[in-house]
């Protein structure tokens, strides 16, 4: 269930639903790869969809980002999601925990062999981290109309980009399979449609296009699936962005102040 600030607005769920729910409790048992995650957050959606699309066994261990407990600030000072703790290393940031996982060289690989495709997967990968996801909460955070219809086309701008930057037939980045890029995009596509949608009017992909080919098959991925809980938790997790109210994250906080993500 959401929880309710002493104004009795919702504030962010602390618990998965859905299908996700079922994946934390096929989860939760005791296991040296452990993620540190929230269920609302888009960052840690990367780092368990890589999991699940790589098959490999681990901890999923739900934890309040806002009562940072000392078992995540042992892994990330800061206290934020996600995290890893594999043994006794630890680590954070969902790009850096993907290539990671990458490096382990186990389960199915999301970035392919051939050298410039690597290249050309990070490059993009740089280019959502850059502009899509700050374009993402520039809209969700805007209060007035004319701001929000300006961020709106500024993010379709971005996305465009990275449409036009993807394997023609697709229907994924590059090909017929999920891979790094996909995984990276995955949690902003599904809320497009669970956030945006509702809060600022963002429109379903038109059916046919490259764009609309690529929404499908990212929802429909069976690893994205197993993440994703209820529409439900995401817009009454996401309220709080949509009318921007003070302190609601650091990362909120960062686009109000015009500073980079943290």
């Known amino acids: 269930m959401s929880q309710q600030d002493s104004k009795g607005k919702k504030t962010y769920h602390k618990e998965a639903s859905g ?22 957050c888009p960052f840690v959606q990367r780092v368990w969809i890589s999991l699940e699309v790589k098959g490999l066994n681990y901890q999923y261990i739900e934890v309040d980002p806002y009562a940072k407990p000392k078992s995540l ?26 290539e990671y996982l990458e490096d382990l060289n186990e389960g199915s690989p ?11 997967s990070r490059l993009w990968s740089d280019h959502i981290n850059r502009h899509l996801v700050p374009g993402f909460y520039h809209l969700l955070q805007s209060q007035e109309e004319s701001k929000q219809v300006k961020e709106a086309e500024t993010l379709k701008e971005q996305i465009s ?28 596509v599904i809320r497009l449609r669970t956030v945006l949608g509702p809060y600022r009017g963002w429109p379903e992909p038109e059916k046919g296009t490259r764009w609309g080919k690529w929404v499908e098959a990212i929802e429909g991925n069976e690893a994205v699936k197993a993440t994703t809980s209820d529409d439900k938790l995401y817009v009454e997790s996401y309220e709080r962005y949509a009318e921007n109210r003070p302190n609601t994250s650091q990362l909120a906080n960062a686009v109000n102040s015009g500073r980079g993500l943290p």
């Not at 996700?20 to 995650?37: C, I, M, N, Q, W």
């Not at 994924?172 to 999920?178: Q, R, S, T, V």
Request: hydrophobic residues 40%; proline residues 8%.
């Open 19 to 40: 299908l996700a729910l079922e994946t934390v409790k096929k989860h939760s048992d005791e296991h040296s790869l452990k993620l540190f995650g929230s269920c609302f």
């Open 73 to 98: 600030l042992d892994v990330n000072p800061r206290g934020l999601v996600p995290a890893l703790r594999h043994g006794e290393w630890g680590s954070y940031e969902s790009t850096v925990l993907m």
């Open 110 to 120: 999301l970035l392919p062999s051939d050298p410039k495709l690597r290249a050309h």
């Open 161 to 188: 980009k990275l449409v036009d930057a993807a394997d023609k037939p697709g229907p994924f980045f590059l090909g017929e399979d999920i891979s790094f890029v996909d995984v990276q995009m995955a949690p902003w």
